[in-house]
């Protein structure tokens, strides 16, 4: 906490750096390739950049699952549009971070109703300062929040199926969903699943490895062995994925545990090196061994990284 206000200086300058750069941020918009996939007759997947999408359209019109950053918007409902022209009637966000709502705005403000979990329209409201990033997502715009927020579940009828959206506490984030469409027999898991690279643990954004862990669990206990499964990010998975990327946060989990039964502090624990059997495959892509290590311990020592935040959401499950 000390180290905030430093943090939040450089934070500011590398955003104005960024800011000085726009031919580049344009040629990277101009590059944007969308990938989509029919995983069922309704339900179909794509990816772009920033957070994997579904796209259910059907006799009842369409929804989506996450929108992706807000610069990409106009590209992503081109690509949404070769799906179905029918008009977008519901978003559901997975959680709060920029690369997952940056199109509620503009959708939104198409008429479509944005829907996501209490915590998610909370963070949004507010200026959001992560100690990961080093920077603060500003509150977003009125027209980019949730209008609908929900503290459990919340279920949509229709496209022929009943779509459950299921809160999973305290796993990447404190306000995290996973998506299921049981006819279909799709899965979005949204940044609970990294898939193909270690994950991110948004501490600061009341995530924990403990509860990245039971929100996988529920994931397998409603997929099959044909269950089609969305990660956040990476490619399609399905069950033996899913159960490949659950024993590996365990192990993970567990491997840091031990070092701590030993007392080693976190900079020992990093310096050991606990994750040394996954880090070629899964380590060099963005999250480094260094910081899923750092993740964890500090999931595991529990301290200093969940917010007021915490307490709100006891009182309301
Ligand atoms: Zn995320």
């Known amino acids: 906490m000390q180290n905030r206000s430093n943090r939040n200086v450089q934070a500011f300058a590398l955003a104005s750096l960024v800011t000085l750069i726009p031919a580049f941020s344009i040629a990277q918009e101009n590059a944007v390739e969308y ?5 069922s007759p309704t339900v179909t997947m794509i990816k772009g950049r920033g957070g994997n999408i579904a796209v ?3 006799e009842d019109g369409v929804f989506i699952i996450d929108d992706q950053m807000q610069p990409l918007t106009d590209q992503l409902l081109a690509s949404i549009r070769q799906v179905s022209d029918q008009p977008i009637r519901f978003v559901i966000n997975t959680h709060y ?4 709502v940056g199109g509620n705005e503009t959708i939104g403000k198409g008429g479509a ?3 996501a979990h209490d915590n998610i329209r909370v963070r949004m409201s507010r200026d959001e300062f992560s100690n990961f990033m080093g920077n603060t997502t500003p509150a977003w715009p009125k027209d980019s929040l949730p ?8 279920t949509l009828h229709l496209n022929g199926e009943p779509v459950s959206v299921t809160h999973v506490p305290h796993g990447h984030t404190d306000g995290d969903s996973i998506v299921h469409f049981p006819a279909s027999n799709v899965l979005h898991m949204g940044d609970i699943y990294f898939n193909g690279l270690y994950p991110y643990i948004d501490l600061d954004g009341g995530g924990s490895v403990q509860g990245m862990i039971a929100a996988v669990e529920l994931g397998m206990s409603m997929a099959d062995a044909e269950t089609q499964v969305i990660p956040g990010h990476g490619p399609l998975s399905n069950l033996e994925g899913l159960n490949a990327y659950h024993a590996f946060l365990v192990a993970a989990r567990d491997n840091v545990q031990a070092l701590i039964d030993r007392g080693m502090t976190l900079e020992q624990a990093v310096a050991a090196n606990p994750t040394a059997e996954w880090d070629e495959a899964l380590g060099k892509i963005w999250i480094t061994p260094e910081q899923l290590v750092i993740f964890i311990y500090n999931s595991l020592t529990g301290v200093d990284h969940f917010t007021a935040l915490e307490s709100q959401e006891t009182t309301t499950e």
């Open 97 to 100: 971070h920029a690369d997952h």
């Open 147 to 154: 209008v609908v927020t929900f503290n459990d579940q919340v």
């Open 56 to 58: 259910s359209a059907g």
């Open 113 to 115: 109703v944005i829907i």
């Open 35 to 39: 990938i989509a996939t029919s995983l």
